[in-house]
C-alpha cells in the first residue's frame, strides 16, 4: 500500500472552495451556475466537452473564456452530481 498524501481533488468537501469562478445570480441566465458571472452557463460547456468537444476547440469559440474556466465547470458539474439530499421525515 502506497503511503502517498492525499491530492486536494481527492477531498470533495473542500469543493466549493475551489470553484471561484462558477457563480449564480437570479438575473443572469435564470440563477443557473454561470462561468464569472458571464453568459455563459456551466451546462453550455459540460454539454460541448460531452459531445466531443475538444477544450481548444471551446476556448477558439468563446475567447473570452480561460481553461481554468472549462476545468472549473467540469469540477463544478462532477460535484453536483455527487451531492445527496436527504429527506426529513416530518414530525
Known sequence: MDNLPAKQSDQPANEPDR?????????????????RSMRVTVGMIVGQV?????????LADYPYLEREDIMQALRYAAWRAEEREIMLVHA
Open 50 to 58: 460531452a459531445a466531443g468537444r475538444a477544450i481548444e476547440a471551446i
Open 19 to 35: 470553484l471561484n469562478r462558477i457563480t449564480q445570480n437570479p438575473a443572469i441566465m435564470g440563477g443557473r451556475a454561470c462561468i
